[in-house]
């Protein structure tokens, strides 16, 4: 050092009585110092070892869950042009399966084309009109007349008797006036005689007691087979025999076949007093024998009014 120089520029060292009497400042600052760097240095360690140990739990995470992610790949069916969803991953790691899968994929335009109904099709698959009954048109006419056909002539409950010019037995015969009690259960019966089946001679007569205009006769019976025809006459008392010119044919023969039959009259402008209903032959399985002769049955008859 020069004269009068207090520290070596060198080595930093005093001169001897520049710093006065010796004491434990300098090297305790100087220890401080070097105390502030070692430990600024350790917490810039802890930190960049805790800041790279952070990532490490997400990589080992990802690479554990790998075997759930092919579990329900494997299981899930799918259906031809099925769009799979992707799996959703939760910020831990852990794979969910979307709650709500997609199992078909919109219909491409080829698609749509071919199985959308064509417009003429779908235009004539619920016609309203095509089922609606017209009148005079075979059996759906003939319906479409019954439903439109006026209410039946009022009856009293005695209007109606046994017809039986020929004198037959009366024990032959049960109550009229069971085929006009509005209840098909019951009925006027007429026992066969096996000597002369299946011809028969009697009917079911009925009183209008006042002269009215007849177009239908409605038959109900559980013997169908019989041959019947309409008969009807003006004056008073009726006609004592069905040969009597004052018996007017109001329909032709016929042979019944159902058990339900309408029978559509002539001479519905004509007014009678009396209607009869003449049966000329029974069922041959209503023939019976000489101790068990069978019957025909009349259920309910129905006389109606013409229209309008």
């Given amino acids: 050092m020069t004269g009068g120089q207090d520290w ?9 009585g520049s710093l006065g009497t010796p004491s434990w400042r300098p090297a305790a600052t100087a220890f401080g110092l070097v105390a502030v760097l070692v430990l600024g240095a350790a917490a810039a360690a802890v930190a960049a070892l805790s800041k790279g140990s952070a990532k490490v739990p997400v990589v080992t995470t ?6 759930t992610v092919s579990t329900p790949a494997t299981t899930t069916p799918t259906t031809p042009g099925a769009v799979t969803m992707p799996e959703a991953k ?9 709650k709500i899968p997609l199992t ?10 071919t199985s959308t109904t064509p417009p003429s099709e779908a235009t004539t698959s619920t016609p309203t009109t095509s089922t609606t009954p017209t009148s005079g048109s075979g ?11 006026q209410s039946a002539i009022l009856l009293d409950t005695n209007a109606a008797t046994t017809y039986n010019p020929y004198g037959y037995p009366a024990s032959e015969f049960s109550g009229p006036s069971l085929a006009i009690d509005d209840d098909p259960s019951t009925a006027w019966t007429a026992e066969v005689n096996p000597a002369s089946a299946p011809k028969m001679a009697e009917g079911l007569l009925i009183d209008l007691k006042d002269q009215q205009k007849v177009a239908v006769l409605e038959l109900i019976t559980s013997t169908p087979g019989m041959t019947v025809q309409v008969y009807g006459a003006k004056g008073n008392p009726a006609p004592a025999s069905i040969t009597d010119p004052a018996w007017i044919p109001l329909s032709a023969p016929k042979a019944i076949k159902k058990k339900h039959t309408r029978l559509a009259l002539r001479d519905s402008k004509k007014e009678f007093t009396y209607i009869t209903l003449w049966i000329s032959q029974a069922p041959q399985s209503a023939a019976g024998t000489a101790t068990a002769p069978g019957h025909v049955d009349v259920n309910e008859v129905e006389l109606f009014p013409p229209k309008g």
Wanted: charged content about 15%; aromatic content about 0%; some cysteine.
């Fill in 8 to 16: 070596c520029l060198q080595c930093g060292a005093g001169a001897p």
């Fill in 139 to 149: 059996a759906s006419g003939e319906k479409a007349n019954e439903e439109s056909q």
């Fill in 104 to 113: 078909a994929s919109p219909p491409k335009a080829s698609e749509t084309t």
């Fill in 62 to 67: 990802t690479v554990a869950a790998a075997p």
């Fill in 90 to 98: 939760s910020p831990s790691g852990t794979v969910k399966p979307p």
